[in-house]
């Protein structure tokens, strides 16, 4: 079965500083990959999606994150963070041969922006 | 343009009683997911909905649960003789396609309390 490892809970940065979310997965073949933003008292947002197209896939909001096979790592980028980013992330994997999109999600990374 | 809706926002009742969900996906998707976010468990998926079947409905915890859809296009999620433990936020997706990659949108949820 698929699965994705979020290695950080929270993380907290600086307004202007770069973020980096950090997201692992488990996959018996090529996956299909996604981040999804909650803010706070929303719905759940797609940030980017990873199609196998293109490894390095832009998101809205400046965000970005990279394949890499080699390390099944996924990570998500911004390089500069804006106070309204403060947010839970989610990394989420789509499990195969089921005929549709079930999504498999991490346990979520909440990002903190400070001043 | 309307996204999911998702009524109520909040429900709190007692152990035991019966309560409905309801989803009102974006027009024109035939696809319809239930999902549950709840401390202990993160995000996880229920149930899928095709028009109005259910290829797979693996992810319902219990024989408690039970979901429907009509005309393709509202769904009900029914949960039985609440316990404690179902006390979690239920969100609903939809996309226009349940297979490849198509965006799953996801309504605010509704939050559930079981005293």
């Known amino acids: 079965a698929q699965s994705v490892t979020q290695l950080d809970s929270h993380v907290s940065v600086s307004e202007g500083t770069p973020v980096l979310l950090r997201c692992n997965y488990s996959?018996?073949?090529?996956?299909?990959l996604f981040w999804y933003v909650q803010h706070p008292n929303k719905g759940l947002q797609l940030l980017l999606k990873?199609?196998?197209?293109?490894?390095l896939v832009k998101g809205i909001n400046g965000f970005e994150a990279e394949f890499k096979k080699s390390e099944t790592s996924f990570h998500l980028t911004k390089p500069s963070a804006h106070m309204s980013d403060a947010a839970e992330y989610f990394c989420?994997?789509?499990?195969?041969?089921?005929?549709?999109?079930?999504?498999?999600f991490g346990t979520g990374t909440r990002l903190l922006v400070s001043p | 343009g309307a996204g999911v809706s998702q009524s109520p926002s909040n429900k709190v009742t007692e152990k035991g009683k019966d309560v409905e969900l309801r989803c009102d996906p974006i027009?024109?998707?035939?696809?319809l997911y239930w999902y549950r976010q709840s401390l202990g468990q993160g995000l996880e998926f229920l149930i899928y909905?095709?028009?109005?079947?259910?290829?797979?409905k693996s992810g319902l915890p219990s024989d408690r649960f039970s979901a429907e859809r009509t005309g393709g296009s509202v769904s009900t999620l029914t949960i039985q003789r609440t316990q404690q433990e179902d006390s979690a936020v239920y969100l609903c997706?939809?996309?226009?396609?349940?297979?490849?990659?198509?965006?799953?949108?996801f309504g605010p949820g509704t939050r559930l309390t079981v005293l």
């Open positions: 997706a939809s996309s226009f396609e349940g297979g490849g990659l198509g965006t799953q949108y």
């Open positions: 996959s018996s073949y090529s996956p299909s």
């Open positions: 990873y199609t196998s197209a293109a490894t």
């Open positions: 989420v994997v789509s499990e195969g041969n089921t005929g549709f999109q079930k999504l498999v």
């Open positions: 027009s024109g998707h035939t696809a």
């Open positions: 909905f095709q028009g109005n079947s259910a290829p797979d």
